[in-house]
């Protein structure tokens, strides 16, 4: 064999073996880069809702985003040893917003459920837990969810609220770009209802003023399901990470305490439940 054949056979395998390699491991297995970008450049873009209400506004002097989501997007980059980044984002855009790597992560009124659970991933460990109420006019006459049978409802776009309240009890789903703008549409008689997380509507109910007319008078929550950490998929050292942060705030309880401080009520019986289960292990 000539010498120019031996060096074209030689750099030949020395390219094809180790893509064979790479072609024969599975799915998923390609080291995570997001957790080692977020500590190279010392920061952490977070995806936030600030739908008004204790889970997330706009503070009016500061301008600053204050309550629930703020609260643990900045505890949770201390955690991780960097600086954050709060990225406001909306119910219909902000799964697209992680997808396009606009933001790291999400804490965004965003429930675990299978649909989401495909195509993005989650610290598995949950930091609250919620269900979707409906706002109405007292004299409205809807004390069910039956009630709401053959009526138009306004919602988000993109809420998980849509499929159960069309399939389960026949009501008329409408969507809207934003909840602020879905509750617009039901001050302005283009639903009989608006259903959201109840962490947004019961704030208003408690507060009275422009909403006194209105109540939430449906006592058990639609979908009920736990608000998680959401990451891209695959992300496998981002969600151990994340998962382990979240873990100690239920261990220390910090959560319980977040949620007193923000007034935030009626207490959430599931963080009791988290804080006793990860006070018993050594973290």
Request: with cysteine; proline share 5%.
């Amino acid at each position: 064999m000539d010498n120019n054949k031996y060096r074209q056979k030689t750099a030949w395998r020395k390219w094809f073996i180790p893509l064979a390699l790479v072609a024969l491991l599975p799915v998923g297995v390609q080291a995570d880069a997001t957790l080692d970008k977020i500590k190279s450049r010392g920061k952490v873009a977070i995806g936030v809702m600030i739908n008004g209400g204790d889970f997330g506004s706009i503070d009016p002097v500061t301008k600053q985003m204050t309550g629930w989501n703020p609260e643990l997007a900045r505890r949770l980059a201390s955690d991780l040893g960097v600086e954050v980044e709060l990225v406001p984002v909306q119910t219909a855009t902000r799964a697209q917003f992680l997808i396009a790597g606009k933001v790291d992560l999400l804490i965004a009124s965003m429930e675990l459920n299978a649909e989401r659970a495909q195509s993005l991933g989650y610290a598995p460990t949950p930091f609250y837990r919620v269900g979707g109420t409906a706002l109405t006019l007292r004299n409205s006459g809807i004390a069910r969810w039956e009630d709401l049978r053959g009526k138009n409802v306004c919602v988000s776009q993109g809420s998980s609220f849509t499929r159960p309240l069309a399939a389960d009890y026949d009501a008329l789903p409408k969507g809207y770009k934003s909840s602020s703008d879905s509750l617009l549409a039901l001050k302005g008689g283009q639903c009989v209802a608006a259903v959201h997380d109840s962490t947004l509507l019961q704030p208003l109910v408690r507060k009275g003023g422009e909403w006194a007319d209105y109540h939430a008078p449906i006592a058990n929550e639609i979908l009920p399901a736990d608000s998680v950490v959401w990451t891209r998929k695959g992300e496998a050292d981002t969600i151990a990470a994340v998962d382990r942060v979240v873990q100690g705030w239920h261990r220390s309880g910090w959560l319980i305490e977040t949620e007193s401080r923000l007034g935030i009520t009626p207490p959430q019986p599931a963080l009791q439940e988290l804080h006793t289960k990860f006070s018993a292990t050594n973290g």
